[in-house]
């Protein structure tokens, strides 16, 4: 596998790079410089977010809590996935290092997630009508409603997967998202996002907030109505414990970091 390096980048992503992504994420905080894991240069540099970015983040998310049509955006998303699908096959490669067959199975997968939710959205939250106690004189209803803002953390090794995956099930649902992706893997966030809002999803909906896990983390878990995170052990049971003491629905995916020793004549 070719690696990517600055001078020969596919002009794809040159191109990304100048639409000013930056501008798509909430940051006042210290930059961070993300890099490219086959060579070590600088990528994507960015502005952190801040404890008082995450709430305005929040704030602003609730203001699209609720979004309409969302099978159709949905549908229209994967539709544009494909059409952009080249683009965030180099992407995913160049925040993430991974081949690009890997990086296709992440594609895949998020193909299948957008067509399953926009397909299923009207059966799995339409309202349901039940006998009542009293057959024909009484009927009940059920009728789902959002949750509200979701925060979620994913991380850099699966940013479509475990990430914007996640996302699309959130908004399927009608709820706004807080999403904090991995540092190294922003720019894969921000082209997806773009996608969504050129598929009729409102800017509000989709909040982005990278920065320092701890710090936008410990901002996110006081203000939003559910949290998802993917990481270590350790960081889950802290959040688990803090989601705890307001007893909003969490979701975790927990694992741990093995080491890995790789020898000088190992082959590039």
């Known amino acids: 596998m070719k690696a990517f390096t600055n001078a020969h980048l596919p002009p794809r992503v040159s191109d990304f790079l100048a639409t000013n992504p930056v501008g798509d994420v909430r940051g006042s905080g210290a930059q961070h410089t993300a890099l490219m894991p086959f060579t070590g240069e600088e990528l994507f540099p960015f502005p952190t977010a801040t404890p008082e970015d995450v709430a305005a983040a929040v704030t602003t998310a609730r203001a699209g809590v609720g979004h309409g049509n969302r099978g159709r955006i949905l549908l229209k998303l994967h539709d544009l996935i494909r059409k952009h699908e080249e683009l965030i096959l180099d992407l995913i490669q160049a925040e993430n290092g991974k081949s690009r067959s890997h990086a296709y199975d992440e594609v895949m997968d998020l193909y299948n997630c957008a067509r399953f939710y926009g397909v299923n959205i009207r059966k799995a939250f339409g309202p349901e009508r039940h006998p009542g106690a009293l057959p024909v004189l009484t009927k009940t209803r059920t009728q789902h409603y959002p949750l509200g803002v979701v925060g979620l953390i994913s991380p850099w090794n699966y940013p479509l997967s475990l990430g914007v995956g996640d996302v699309l099930a959130a908004l399927s649902a009608g709820n706004s998202v807080v999403h904090k992706p991995?540092?190294?893997?922003?720019?894969?966030?921000?082209?997806?996002?773009?996608?969504?809002?050129e598929a009729g999803l409102p800017e509000a909906a989709w909040q982005l907030v990278p920065g320092n896990g701890a710090e936008v983390g410990d901002a996110l878990v006081p203000l939003v109505d559910g949290l998802s995170f993917t990481g270590?052990?350790?960081?889950?049971?802290?959040?688990?414990?803090?989601?705890?003491?307001?007893?909003?629905?969490?979701?975790?995916?927990?694992?741990?970091?093995?080491?890995?020793?790789?020898?000088?004549?190992a082959p590039p």
Do not use: F, H, Y
């Open 182 to 197: 991995d540092s190294q893997t922003t720019l894969t966030a921000i082209l997806v996002r773009r996608l969504a809002i």
């Open 232 to 265: 270590s052990t350790k960081v889950g049971k802290s959040i688990a414990a803090q989601a705890a003491g307001r007893l909003i629905p969490t979701m975790l995916e927990l694992g741990g970091k093995n080491p890995m020793l790789v020898l000088d004549d």
